[in-house]
């Protein structure tokens, strides 16, 4: 049978399990046959309405948590764009026409993401098997006891739940350790004469923490450099790698002639250090004498210059593979471009343009549509701008740094 034959909105209904569809602020946009079976609930008692007032929690179950563990799952499919396979739970369902009374049920839910063309998630899928009649199967396979088996299938689901909010507070605790980390690498600049502003977002999720970092650095001669970097990898390890980087190229931005060279030394660096194989790093000198900077890039996504009449123009003159990529030296390559008081340089990490499914040049294509539309704003308040309009609302699952200077 072709696909074009297949009528999928049957196939939908037809499903032996539960499946309802949810908007991000989990309202309830359809839903199969089978959940209004196994809920006893009319379509329009279901449709448009927000899951949890619908299907409420029991008041009268002692330590419930249906609904924050379900909750919290789905939030994590908001934040990862990730499916989230949820343990055993009791979640009692009130009975049809009678408000208030609620019927004990076992379920085991799987959340899903449905993703849109910019890569954030439009819906979520949350399907449903009914294990109620399992559960009091089992009961009566061990001699009746019927509440003894109930109890203890519970007591096993929030075990496995405690466990779960174990090794989630675990990893916040890491998480807090590497942003502190990450604050004291990546200090807010003081540069004396010139405006620039600096930004750092953690990706949402206590285990997308990543080693993004920047650096800025006056130079003598009216000269200041500026850089960003990407180390692959998360937590404390990545956060680390990124530590040790970050200084080597500021040391080797002091003794070097242009970005090019500092960029070859760090590359250099970086085979000796573990972790550090595929960074990517892009590091831009911006000469005020001359109304010149020079770049170079190692893999990284291009710095964006804004001009005064709003033109964007990408800085990918001199791109080359990310550090430690060559296993010989090789010079790496090095362009200069003019700018005109009043142009914006922007550097940042590919967190800020990249979206899952969705090819880089529609990201780099919505950076630069930004940045026109806020081509007046001081350094401080287009930052803000670009973080509100260019990260996904419900977080990012990548770290973002970006660097701007007004030049």
């Known amino acids: ?51 949890f007032d619908v299907f409420p929690e029991n008041p009268d179950t002692s330590d419930a948590s249906g609904e924050r563990n379900l909750r919290e799952s789905l939030e994590r499919v908001l934040a990862t764009g990730s499916r989230d396979t949820m343990g055993l739970q009791r979640y009692d369902v009130e009975a049809p026409g009678r408000p208030g009374v609620f019927e004990e049920r076992y379920w085991s839910p799987v959340n899903a993401p449905v993703l849109g063309p910019d890569g954030q998630v439009q819906l979520i899928v949350h399907r449903v098997e009914e294990v109620t009649e399992i559960v009091r199967a089992g009961a009566r396979n061990h001699g009746g006891d019927r509440e003894r088996m109930e109890a203890e ?45 600096v930004r750092y977002r953690p990706a949402v999720g206590a285990l997308n ?17 500026v850089a960003v970097g990407d180390v692959v990898g998360h937590g404390l390890d990545a956060a680390c790698v990124m530590g040790q980087l970050r200084s080597a190229l500021s040391a080797a931005t002091r003794v070097t002639r242009g970005p090019a060279q500092a960029l070859e030394v760090l590359g250099i660096y970086a085979r000796s250090v573990d972790g550090a194989e595929s960074t990517t790093a892009v590091q831009a000198i911006v000469d005020w004498t001359t109304h010149t900077l020079a770049y170079s890039s190692a893999g990284h996504p291009p710095p964006a210059l804004l001009h005064p009449d709003g033109r964007v123009e990408l800085l990918d003159q001199a791109t080359d593979p990310p550090l430690g990529a060559r296993p010989e030296h090789v010079a790496r390559p090095e362009a200069d471009v003019a700018f005109a008081d009043g142009a914006v340089l922007v550097l940042y990490t590919d967190g800020l343009i990249e979206r899952r499914h969705e090819d880089i040049d529609v990201g780099l294509a919505r ?19 670009l973080l509100a309009e260019l990260l996904p609302p419900h977080g990012a699952t990548d770290d973002a740094a970006l660097v701007i200077i007004r030049l």
């Open 1 to 51: 049978m072709s696909s074009s034959a297949i009528d999928y909105a049957a196939v939908f209904h037809a499903l032996p399990g539960g499946v309802l569809l949810l908007t991000p602020q989990f309202v309830i946009v359809d839903a199969n046959e089978a959940v209004f079976q196994r809920a006893g609930r009319e379509r329009h008692e279901l449709i448009g309405r927000g899951l």
């Open 153 to 197: 299938l519970y007591s096993r689901a929030k075990e496995l739940q405690e466990v779960n909010d174990r090794l989630r507070r675990s990893h916040a605790r890491e998480r807090e350790v590497v942003l502190a980390l990450q604050d004291a690498m990546l200090p807010a600049p003081r540069l004396m004469g010139h405006r620039a502003a």
């Open 209 to 225: 923490v990543c080693g993004d970092w920047y650096d800025l650095a006056e130079l003598p001669g009216d000269r200041m450099a």
């Open 367 to 385: 950076l630069a549509a930004a940045l026109t539309r806020h081509r007046g704003a001081d350094a401080e308040t287009l930052a803000d701008a």
